[in-house]
């Protein structure tokens, strides 16, 4: 075994005995038949005694006969498909230095969004196929036989053999065309050391449209033919990101030229290939008239965030996918930063908040997991992008900023990414840079949130003249883990004026309330209001006593809080709620102080809560779940009403979201008015398709509303939906549709929708929209479904939820079963709150 390839087998990581320097790529795609050849010319150093070379290759067919590294052949060659490794060993010991290895390789172009894959397109009339590449995160492996580990960073040199009239793209410009007959072969320039995993090429017909940043770097966005007036938008923000980031960084983008391209079949939102990014469709491209507003707010945030990759992910990588959030939750992170210069009205920094609390509820499960893990095989890598490494990370980055401060923090940065410029780092090192550059103790601050699972609440209580605190973990179940953080408090009392800010480093702390009281607030004990976590800055929750609690729903009604304080309260206490640390009954009385909010960002956080305390209802008080909607109905039609359907001249951007997000919500509330009116627009909208009395932002909205009137014996709403969809060539109309046809009552037509999924009218890409609406009393029946059809109707389905989810469907499997039992233990205790009735009656007269 010592001495045989099989020693190889079972290791997380390549040896390191040899490292690859500089790889020569010659890639040749037959787009008909779906396959591809390939010639690799990879300069390795070898650096320790070894007879073997050891690389990463899966699903390729490797010409043994070709393989020479420099003038040695080999004696064996070993392919273990299970280790994704491709072992070659030679009679003797290699010479310490530089050597060429070369060989040859055929694979398929395959259907699975991965590796090197095929891509369907409808040109002329005509179905044609474009090939395209996703290699994150291990699956370079699969278009050419490489070190594919992010730390291996090598210098590539690619050429391409395509059909003549095709556009060729790769990561850097082309130096040189050559024509032969119906092949041309396109030759790029060699990269500067990069990450296998960003490496990109794309093959197809697509028009184009160009700008430059202000160093004078080409920006492109490619689209389908005729299509790049939806490319304009897209292409300004990445120009003007670019600009942002180079001045943030204090570094120029690093690469000769930058390409976006929409790909019609692509598995991620986007992807940040060095100088060629890919993104799905529905994720780049906007149109005056076909896009609603959250579409256009969503291709801002992935362009600004696939762009900060560049520099945060492509020029600094991370040493091991253990750091995945480094890159990830960076890159989240930063996007907020570039998006709210470009477009302030949008609040953006308050949106982000959407961020911080789908973090705040994975990880309060039993089943999350720390921001840093341990991953031993490609196969595990999936499963960490998640609200973890995204969420979680993006708001631990936003903490460790606001305890900083921007200035100092931008300054570290940019230091950290000159310091590891075309090199990799691990977590360790963006903390090692910080500490250096602050003062502070980053490093043992941070630990704290990034190798441990779970956050804390702070239990906060007014002890005569001192807050008193105390930290536990939080768990959704209503336990307290043993966790214990350095966590970043803010306060303020009365007033934002005076701030208290320290860090709690034990389980409790005491401090005197005139240490962070605005100068002598003359008013008395009466109307004092003290908040923790200002700005909700800080990646944890908070429990007041009752009488701090009053005292902010006072601040709320009062309207002296901030928004995202707003949006603090209600989370905080929606949570503690499902955990059982408070009634449902002081939830209720506390959105009750919201009935005259009008801002997007706080209502949605407001709606979403409503729509889970709706859910719970129809479970855990039926008697009551008629009186709890109305009430949750009065909270969110005032606003409603106010902005009506149609949309004004002059409205602002935030409006217009939440225009349909609380038509959306009434909807889903069953608020009669709002699903005929809905339904009433949809009727004109489906005779006439340029109605302005429906358009993108409401549409939703009204299809929601028809599917709630659907049922097998009233099917033309389906129907109607169903050829919208067939005559639309927009992807976000589509997702608009897909995203309402399971969410029937009726259990049948929910089958249907299901059935409907894996057609061929349906992409695998999209299958999320519809397993995503599927509506509360379709859920059972839609999970048998799943459970049996998958596997005998639908193979090519299931091999896509085989292989793309599997890793991380074990975790997501638990993660869900954790969350049902959760809500079990939560119904329970509802139905034992006495006065829960009472309070719903009082707030409906109240609210009369
Ligand atoms: N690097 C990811 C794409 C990715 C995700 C590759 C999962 C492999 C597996 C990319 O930068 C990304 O994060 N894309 C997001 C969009 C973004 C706006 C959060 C996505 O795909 O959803
Ligand atoms: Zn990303």
Known sequence: MADSPAQFRGQARLPRFAA???????????????????????????????????LNAAELDVDRASIRFQDLVPTDVTQFEEDEILVIGFDRELTIGEGVLAMDFTGTLNDQMRGFYRSKYVCNGESRNMAVTQFEAADARRCFPCWDEPAFKAKFKLTLEVPSDLIALSNMPVVKETVSGPIKTV???????????????????????????????????????????????????????????KDYFATPYPLPKLDMIAIPDFAAGAMENYGLVTYRETALLYDELQSSASNKQQVAITVAHELAHQWFGNLVTMEWWTHLWLNEGFASWVSYLAVDSLFPEWNNWTQFLDETTSGLRLDALA???????????????????????????????????????????????????????????????????????????????????????????????????????????????????????????????????????????EK????????????????????????????????????????????????????????????????????????????????????????????????????????????????????????????????????????GWDRKDGESHLDVMLRSLLLIGLVRLGHNETINEGVRRFHIFFEDRKTSLLPPDTRKAAYLAVMRTVSMSNRSGYDALLKIYRETAEPQEKSRVLGSLSSSPDKDIVLEALNFMFTDEVRNQDSYYILGGISLEGRDVAWTWLKFTSEEKAAEVSEFFACRMKPSFQRALKQSLERVRISARWIESIRSEPSLGEAVQELLRGAA
Not at 190 to 217: H, K, Q, R, W
């Open 20 to 54: 690859p320097l500089r790889y020569d790529l010659r890639l040749r795609p037959d787009l008909a038949a779906c396959t591809f050849s390939g010639a690799a010319a990879v300069a390795v150093a070898v650096s320790a005694p070894t007879r073997f070379l050891v």
């Open 187 to 245: 030759y790029y320039e060699e990269s500067p050391l990069m990450s296998t995993y960003l490496v990109a090429i794309v093959v197809g017909l697509f028009d184009y449209i160009e700008s430059s940043t202000s160093e004078g770097t080409k920006v492109r966005v490619y689209t389908q033919v005729g299509k790049t007036n939806q490319g304009t938008f897209a292409l300004d923000v990445g120009v003007k990101s670019l600009d942002l980031y």
């Open 367 to 505: 089943e999350s997991h720390p921001i840093e893990v341990e991953i031993n095989h490609a196969s595990e890598i999936d499963a960490i992008f998640d609200s973890i490494s995204y969420d979680k990370g993006a708001s631990v980055i936003r903490m460790l900023q606001s305890y900083l401060g921007a200035e100092r923090f931008q300054k570290a940065l940019a230091s950290y990414i000159k310091k590891y410029a075309y090199s990799n780092a691990k977590t360790e090192d963006l903390w090692a840079v910080l500490e250096e550059e602050s003062g502070e103790p980053v490093k043992d601050l941070m630990t704290t949130w990034t190798k441990q699972q779970g956050y804390p609440v702070i239990y906060a209580k007014l002890n005569g003249q001192y807050l008193e605190l105390e930290q536990a973990q939080f768990l959704s179940d209503g336990s307290s883990g043993t966790g214990m953080w350095i966590v970043p408090i803010t306060s303020c009392c009365g007033s934002y004026d005076a701030q208290k800010k320290f860090l709690l480093k």
């Open 508 to 643: 409790t702390d005491k401090m005197h309330i005139k240490e962070f009281t605005a100068s002598q607030s003359s008013d008395g004990d009466k109307n004092i209001w003290i908040k923790l976590n200002i700005d909700q800055t800080g990646f944890y929750r908070v429990k007041y006593d009752d009488e701090l609690a009053a005292g902010l729903v006072n601040a709320i009604k009062a309207k002296k809080l901030s928004l995202m304080d707003k949006i603090g309260i209600v989370e905080d206490s929606y949570a503690l709620s499902v955990a059982r640390k408070q009634t449902l009954t002081s939830l209720l009385r506390l959105l009750n102080a919201y009935h005259d909010e009008s801002d997007y960002t706080v209502l949605s956080h407001v709606t979403s809560v409503c729509l889970s305390i709706s859910k719970i209802s129809v479970d855990a008080t039926p008697d009551l779940n008629n009186d709890i909607k109305k009430l949750l109905i009065n909270l969110l039609l005032p606003a409603a009403i106010k902005l």
